[in-house]
């Protein structure tokens, strides 16, 4: 198994210091390996222009806690363009 290999799925929390999760949402799109590479924000940020600025850096989805699994999966399954069972 190469641990190299792309993710399916990227999950980020963009809390912490000083936005440090949008800059590693940054790096991920800039980064021609990860690029493509969906990603999900999954945070206890639920302002408005939180939610704007993980769009604006690229997120694909943003969910905010808490988070049920069932509310993943369905993030998963519609960034992946697939269904999961409920």
């Known amino acids: 198994h190469d641990v190299r290999a792309r993710p399916d ?5 963009v809390a912490g210091p000083a936005g440090s999760g949008l800059e590693m949402l940054d ?18 940020r639920a302002g408005g222009d939180d939610v ?3 769009y604006k850096f690229g997120a694909d989805y943003y969910l905010t806690k808490p988070v049920t699994v069932r509310r993943l999966l369905r ?12």
Request: hydrophobic share 55%; glycine share 10%; charged share 15%.
């Open 75 to 86: 993030g998963i399954g519609l960034v992946l363009g697939r269904e999961f069972p409920e």
């Open 52 to 54: 704007l600025a993980g």
């Open 9 to 13: 799925v990227v999950l980020l929390d």
């Open 27 to 44: 790096r991920v799109r800039a980064s021609p390996q990860l690029a493509s590479t969906p990603v999900i924000i999954v945070t206890a």
